[in-house]
Nanobody, 120 residues
């Protein structure tokens, strides 16, 4: 049974930092593409950052609004992908989700989400 669990969200003032973690069980992260998405109230869910599988080169990409501020990385030994978020802005407030997809999986898998609130 595949399960993704996000953690690390919270309340942070503008300009602050958070590191989100996405840990998987029943799935091998190194052969999976992992994406971080976010959904703010009244808005569609959007892709924030994505890292491809190790076998695909571990290529990263980011939505323009977070380039230079967010960094996605993986720690294969812990089956975990991180999203380091720096210089946070109120517009980054959202529920953040991770998603795993792989040619070895029958479908995409999502975590339950973690709330990030940027406010003074």
């Amino acid at each position: 049974q595949v399960q993704l669990v996000e953690s690390g969200g919270g309340l942070v003032p503008p300009g602050g930092s958070l590191r989100l973690s996405c840990t998987g069980s029943g799935i091998i992260f190194s052969v999976s593409n992992i994406g971080w998405y976010r959904q703010a109230p009244g808005k569609q869910r959007e892709l924030v950052a994505r890292i491809t599988s190790v076998t695909s080169g571990g290529i990263t990409n980011y939505v323009d609004s977070v380039k230079g501020r967010f960094t996605i990385s993986r720690e294969n030994a812990k089956n975990t992908v991180y999203l380091q978020m720096n210089s946070l802005k109120p517009g980054d407030t959202a529920v953040y989700y991770c998603k795993a997809d792989s040619r070895y999986l029958a479908k995409d898998y999502w975590g339950q989400g973690t709330q990030v609130t940027v406010s003074s």
